[in-house]
């Protein structure tokens, strides 16, 4: 059965990104709506399934990652714009049973992502 889920590790200072704010949206042609809002647990995670199995279905989806906001709480010096303040992250899910895991390594001057597993 599949399900989404992320984890956020902060490169920058080598741990789980605890406390990041993420928002979870469905984009479908020009509407987009938001699905979930929250902040991830001690380990960088969600505390359950970004969308769990009953809720897969194919289509365009998008995370954004409150970057900036996370490194400003823990004490980072950021200049005013930040260089990277919200990774916005759009992705697809062609398999509604598939389990699609979209993890971001970040830090202040940059980040990666990929399809995890």
């Given at each position: 059965m599949?399900?989404?889920s992320t984890h956020v590790l902060d490169t920058a200072n080598g741990c789980p990104a605890a406390g990041m704010?993420?928002?979870l949206q469905r984009?479908?042609?020009?509407?987009?709506?938001?699905?979930k809002q929250l902040a991830?647990?001690?380990?960088g995670r969600a505390d359950g399934p970004l969308l769990a199995a009953h809720e897969m279905a194919v289509g365009r989806y998008r995370l954004l990652f409150?970057?900036?906001p996370y490194f400003r709480a823990r004490?980072?010096?950021l200049a005013d714009p930040p260089f990277i303040d919200t990774v916005q992250l759009?992705?697809?899910i062609a398999d509604a049973a598939?389990?699609?895991?979209?993890?971001?390594?970040?830090?202040p001057w940059s980040y990666s992502t990929y399809r995890g597993s």
């Open positions: 599949g399900h989404l704010q993420i928002t984009i479908d042609g020009d509407s987009v709506t938001t699905l991830l647990n001690h380990d409150a970057v900036a004490g980072a010096a759009d992705f697809g598939g389990h699609y895991h979209v993890p971001l390594l970040a830090s």
